[in-house]
């Protein structure tokens, strides 16, 4: 089946299938001269090990490769290439890179070179560890001063950092299999990457505890290196999983529960838009308009008077967020706030309240900034709005929810929000953050019991970076982290996306799942200067339309043999059940879903890229 990269992706361009670089048991993909899925015998030990260089917005910089190399024979490869950043002011960065592979070890080294000297965040290795089947295991760290440490990787997401002062790393890949991985040329340190929805712990240079940004000095060079040894027992040769090539199976698990509301967020800019789509949005028939508010940013009684209307004509619930400034006290700040509200004749359901600057994060090693106590800014807002359920938490992720833990006592629930996109951009890395929901839903319900608990609004474009001082913009539709568009949000990569991000939170009981706007560069309908070949509708609205339908109705778990591949759940509702299924990857997979009793002759079903079905159930 061909489908035009456009449909699927939002763009016409795609990303590049790597090169595959192998070396007896050992195999890894070499994609913009880093290392990706590195695997040995089937099994994956590393997810990647990458040489990043970051810009004083941590920023990734993606470096023009010249001279690259690549030789291969049975049991050995090498690459060798140039890499050049280009920064600001003229300034530029050289990195001389060279990778060599064995049967079992690789190393990959590095030295970069700033003819100009270079301003940075962060300049070396990023080496990522899969997050399945090594959280909670057990792991041996080896410290700079030659310590060792026996440990385990993080089961509960840790806020700050679970492991410094690195030298190298240990763990058990399969039974009578291990591997190091020793890093050489500065101090390392390791962050739980599930706090931004990365499916991967990262080990990585410079501590944080320094200060950034920092100057690499003209013409000093910077060596580093980073190897992996792999030590087996048992000459391994277990069998690839969920590599056979037959089709993915698909069995009914015991796992239950309801369906969440669907919500779509609305700003202010956004209100007429929304408005002259009314009809589009009566169709959708979401539970919940989330209504963004932000008087740091202009909006007043105006907006508010907006979000009246849309409420109005609306059937469902609403909730107003706020952004609130805490430039003077929380209450006289929220009394405004409720007066205006009165004047617009808006009264939403629920106020979900956070400090606007707790939408930027504080790094370890960073100081706090000023903030009211949030016990004051949720007594205030008891107070201005009496009667209305209140809710707080973060406006932002769940990194800045984990490491500024609110008090909930007089909270009515809790919400982050989280984006694909924080570190990297390419496909993979953004489906792949699917993985990491169940550990942050779990976290939450870890930390806040059975608290009714929302998620959303989130997208894969980022509303906003809390990690520097704006969204990266991106007019030529790139794949790029930290970007307030991408071009994915227009294709089916969004549909897919959504489908497999609600199935991942299902087993977290949540009250409220937002994932889209309804117009703009995060919305189901693109605007008239936006690209789209689907009349102005995007893919997307397909699943919010269905997950919307589906509201109340009973879930039962299906299980993959191949979950990075194709995730499904079962719906059951007065309409009857349903099998729903998605493929994830950029490539027809067959599914055996004969286990399910699909009402359809056949068991088989042969899934396009990217696409999504919902089959009927025999009784």
Known sequence: MTIDAFQLYGTHLVDPPPVRLRAGKLVADLASGNLRTIRYDGTEVLRAISYLVRDRDWGTYSPEIADLKIEQSDDRFEVTYLARCDGPDDTKLIIDVRIVGSPDRLAF???????????????GFCILHPIVGVAGSPATVEQVDGQIVATRFPDVIEPWQPFKDMRAITHEVMPG????????GDTFEMEDQRNWSDASYKTYVRPLALPWPYEIVANRPVRQKTSLVIRDAHGSTRPPPGMSGGA??????????????????????????????????????PQELLFHFDPGAGHGVDALAQFAVLAAAHRGRSTLEIALPCKSSPSSEAAEIACQMQLAGFRPDAIMISPSVDRQSTPPGSKWPECPPLDEVYTAARAAFPGIRIGGGMLSYFTELNRKRVPDGQLDFVSHCTSPIVHAADDLSVMQTLEALPFITRSVRAIYGDKPYRIGPSTIPMRQNPYGSRTMDNPAGARIPMANRDPRHNGRFAEAFALGYAIRVLDAGLECLTLSALSGPFGLIAGSAEPTEQGGRRPLLNTVRTLSRLVGACWQECVSSSPSEVLSFVARNAAGARLHVVNLTGEERMVD???????????????APLATAALPLAD
């Open 248 to 285: 993915i199976r698909l069995e009914l698990g015991a796992r239950t529960g309801t369906m969440p509301d669907i919500g779509v967020i609305i700003t202010p800019e956004e209100a007429d838009a929304t408005l002259s789509a009314k009809s589009v949005l009566a169709e959708i028939a």
């Open 593 to 607: 879903c004969g286990a399910c009793r699909p009402a359809d002759a056949g068991k088989e079903l042969l899934l």
């Open 177 to 184: 299999v291990r591997a190091e991985c020793r890093m050489e």
């Open 109 to 123: 080294e590095a030295e970069a070179i700033a003819p100009t000297g270079f301003e940075t965040n962060r300049c």
